[in-house]
């Protein structure tokens, strides 16, 4: 990048002509970019902007004075002055736009400079008016954002190789500026220019609730998604935790009964990933927690059998089994984890909503399960000293990198890493050419000391395995 961009505006603007910014102000062709947005958006971001003034307070005399709240409006019309060569060389849309013949913008831009020489001067050197205009149009459907204007001129400065004008970069900014390079094909040098000039540092949300003390929805989810995008846009490695982190988290827009007309930023295109990521996280945690929740019916089901659990040799006992299966039922729905549904239709509204249940969170509930016992006799019977290994497993394997999404592998092979493209291939083939989908807790894996350290070898196709499975079973040696 170069060194502190030098950018003026043109001269005054006359009635009715859109402002003109100087991008190059010796470039040879003009942008005649209009934005809309909408008045959903306006609102929105006129909103956003009082609530950040009221943040920062009145100012003090011997401090800068505040930087007067944006004005937004419905439509902008702004004329950015470039070089021509500058855009073809970094942006993949321009250079097919502005020199394919069987566009008419290429054949404004040959015909208008072929003039421009013809009279003895060189397109640099004339005036904005008698340079070719190229219109282009900005909506804010997929951004959801007012005053696109100023990251489209920090667009084209990366493009120029001089430092955008922001000197603070916003979460909200930073995503409007990756799916604007997207729309434009030139995602590589926005993403240097992001890191070396701007030096933008990821927001932390491992840390900060989806709701509130007083249970209303946070902004969390939101900043956690566009991190999301924006890194997966931009090809960043941020974009390895952040998707492990939501598909621990979850997703509100993943409840079965979500309703997402009632959101108004349901539009925004960090409420619905592209390139298959949405889909893709939502499946893993799906694989993830039926996983979690076999532990539980498997010995619920284990101890509602006729096969005796309380293992004592002559002192094994059948109320010990009744004893452990009403304290484990006691302990499950006294943590919201299991729920009695009978037949009534009315008692499936007693089901919660586990879209955003914390999937660490859950483990250590697990993990509380206490050491019941009928009577002093009776120490190993119960369900903790049974469970805790089969968490700790599951924790290893929640640390594996099978979990969480790379840039690099989604774009490059991504058929080998997705599991809901391992569903399907099996669902493609025949039923007795299926591998067996059954998962064992063997005591031997329970002790595999690879498990002790994280992104060991081989662990991420155990992780796979794991949470692949059809079927578990959590007790195959006793």
């Known amino acids: 990048m170069g060194a502190e961009a030098d950018v003026s505006e043109g001269p005054a603007a006359k009635d009715g002509d859109p402002r003109l910014v100087d991008v190059a102000p010796r470039g040879d ?51 950015y002055r470039a070089s021509l060569n ?3 060389k970094h942006s993949k849309y321009f250079a097919n736009l502005l020199s394919n013949p069987h566009f008419q ?12 020489v ?34 489209f001129e920090d667009l084209l400065l990366i493009l120029h190789g001089k430092s955008p004008k922001a000197t603070h970069a916003t ?52 900043t956690l998604r566009q991190k999301i995008l924006a890194s997966w846009l931009l090809s960043r490695p941020v974009l390895q935790a952040s998707t492990k982190e939501l598909i621990l988290r979850g997703s509100r827009i993943w409840y079965t009964f979500n309703d997402a007309e009632a959101d108004p930023d349901a539009g925004a295109s960090w409420w619905n990933l592209s390139d298959g990521l949405e889909y893709e996280l939502q499946y893993r945690r799906e694989c993830i927690l039926n996983t979690i929740a076999s532990v539980q019916r498997h ?31 006691k302990f499950l729905l006294s943590k919201n984890l299991a729920f009695l549904v009978d037949f009534s239709p009315s008692s499936l509204d007693s089901l919660p909503d586990a879209s955003i249940l914390d999937i660490e969170e859950l483990l250590s509930i697990l993990k509380q399960c206490p050491n019941y016992q009928i009577d002093k006799h009776h120490t190993n019977c119960g369900l903790r000293i049974r469970i805790e290994p089969i968490v700790d497993y599951i924790r290893a394997m929640l640390s594996s990198d099978a979990v969480f999404i790379s840039p690099s592998d989604w774009s490059r092979n991504r058929a080998a890493i997705s599991w809901a493209s391992a569903k399907e291939a099996d669902g493609d083939s025949r039923a007795e050419d299926r591998p067996g989908r059954a998962f064992a807790f063997t005591r031997a894996l329970a002790n595999d000391p690879r498990l002790r350290y994280e992104n060991t070898m081989y662990a991420g196709s155990m992780a796979k395995k794991l949470f692949l499975a059809e079927s578990w079973d959590w007790t195959p040696e006793i």
């Not at 913008?105 to 421009?116: G, N, P």
């Not at 509602?304 to 004893?323: I, T």
């Open 29 to 79: 062709i003009i942008l005649d970019v209009t934005f809309e947005t909408s008045p959903e958006t306006l609102k929105k971001c006129r909103k956003a902007a009082q609530v950040a003034a009221k943040k920062r307070g009145p100012s003090n005399r011997s401090e800068p004075p505040v930087v007067a709240q944006p004005a937004f409006h419905a439509k902008v019309r702004v004329a």
């Open 86 to 88: 500058a855009l073809m």
């Open 105 to 116: 913008e290429s054949k404004l831009i040959t015909d208008t400079h072929a003039r421009i």
């Open 118 to 151: 013809s009279q003895g001067h060189e397109p640099k050197d004339a005036e904005a008016s008698e340079l070719p205009w190229i219109p282009i149009a900005d909506d804010d459907e997929a951004t959801r954002m007012a005053g696109r204007e100023s990251i």
């Open 171 to 222: 979460m909200a900014y930073v995503t409007t500026l990756a799916i604007t390079a997207d729309r434009f094909d030139c995602a590589p040098v926005i993403s240097h220019g992001l890191k070396d000039e701007l030096k933008f540092k990821w927001p932390n949300t491992r840390t900060r609730p989806y709701r509130d003390d007083a249970g209303r929805l946070t902004d969390v989810e939101q």
């Open 299 to 329: 010995f619920l089901d284990l101890y509602s059998s006729r096969e005796r659990q309380c293992k004592l040799g002559y002192d094994s006992s059948a109320a010990c089994d009744s004893f452990q299966l009403g304290q484990m039922l």
